[in-house]
């Protein structure tokens, strides 16, 4: 006999311009397509509300900004839908739920996502590790990172983040691809590098650019100009450009101009970016930290050393160098997605946790 379908409320006070954004809104859907009733509890105004909305699922407007507040708005949430899975994505939803849990307040089962590398007290993440009835990592990298500070090994399972193909298939419309290349202003033939993420260590690359002598436009979507990066962009020889561009829906346009993905973030849990440039079949650079080495193998793409101008560089140089390398790479890492992270197979290992935690309840 199937498996009854279960009443789910994905909660997070994040829910703007990130790839955990469009991680859950991905998950939702695809547990709604599941049968299951899914509900977004987010804030109102948030980018997340926005895509459930346009796609028809049931958003509930929640107060984040103090604990007490929110803690009742879930336990009113809870009571009216009859909620039986919660899945908490950020850290005031952890601590609302957590808090609600040692009260006796909250019935259902608690299901706790970490999407990057902990940096959560050891303290804090003891106490929600051992009161969540499961963890899901997005990752082995994640998940190690956890138990070596303090959660309960028993309670991790780890879902990697799926892939929306219909999406990434799905070609840009023309006004996106238009506004992308304005972004991108003249290239003058040069090959286009592209960070599409928000603020994670993109000076980095960008210090690169002094030490190739390749000419590129680097863009980097998804970033307000800030001090750090006007400094290094300051220190770019003329030979290049570097783009800033603030975040936009329509990002994934600029990896349809774009030679190379790049990230060079260290504490990724399991890039969104990551997959969605593979899954494009693009050839990917990425940090050697975090979950990026449990994403980007060596015969799928390229891993240098975090924080390290050089090695970005050396990295940059060889992959616009050798085009026919370069596009195997990009070949294999699409393969890799298309097969392994398909976002059917996470909602699928996403329910089973799910299950797991209501049998321990």
Not at 40 to 51: D, I, K, P, T, Y
Not at 55 to 64: Q, R
Not at 149 to 155: I, Q
Request: with cysteine.
């Amino acid at each position: 006999m199937p498996a009854a379908p279960l009443t789910i409320l994905q909660l997070t006070f994040q829910g703007d311009g990130a790839g955990s954004t469009q991680s859950i809104f991905n998950l939702t859907e695809q547990l709604s397509r599941r049968g299951h009733r899914v509900l977004l509890g987010v804030r109102e105004e948030s980018l997340l509300a926005r895509l459930g909305r346009d796609a028809g699922v049931t958003v509930v407007p929640l107060d984040f900004t103090r604990l007490g507040g929110l803690a009742a708005g879930i336990t009113t949430l809870v009571a009216a839908e009859r909620v039986e899975v919660v899945n908490a994505h950020a850290t005031r939803d952890r601590r609302a739920c957590t808090w609600l849990r040692w009260r006796g307040r909250l019935r259902p089962a608690l299901v706790v996502t970490r999407r990057t590398m902990p940096r959560t007290s050891p303290v804090e993440l003891f106490a929600v590790g051992h009161t969540a009835d499961r963890t899901i990592a997005v990752s082995g990298a994640v998940a190690r990172a956890l138990v070596r500070r303090g959660h309960p090994a028993g309670r991790l399972r780890v879902v990697p983040n799926g892939i929306d193909l219909a999406r990434i298939d799905a070609r840009p419309a023309d006004a996106e691809l238009a506004a992308a290349r304005r972004a991108l202003g003249e290239t003058n033939g040069r090959p286009v590098i592209a960070i599409v993420s928000r603020r994670k260590d993109q000076e980095v690359a960008i210090r690169a650019l002094a030490l190739l002598e390749r000419p590129v436009v680097l863009v980097c979507a998804g970033v307000d100009p800030d001090p750090a990066l006007l400094r290094a962009v300051a220190d770019v020889p003329p030979r290049h450009a570097v783009r800033l561009v603030p975040f936009a829906p329509s990002a994934l346009a600029f990896y349809h101009l774009a030679r190379i993905a790049a990230l060079p973030s260290r504490i990724e849990g399991l890039s969104q970016s990551l997959l969605e440039a593979m899954a494009l079949g693009l050839p990917v650079i990425a940090s050697g930290a975090g979950g990026n080495p449990d994403l980007v193998t060596v015969d799928s793409g390229l891993l240098v050393a975090p924080g390290d101008p050089r090695a970005w560089a050396r990295g940059f140089d060889r992959l616009l160098g050798d085009e026919a390398w370069a596009a195997g790479l990009g070949a294999a890492g699409r393969r890799r997605v298309r097969s392994e992270f398909t976002l059917e197979r996470t909602a699928e290992r996403t329910e089973a946790v799910y299950r797991e935690a209501l049998a321990r309840r």
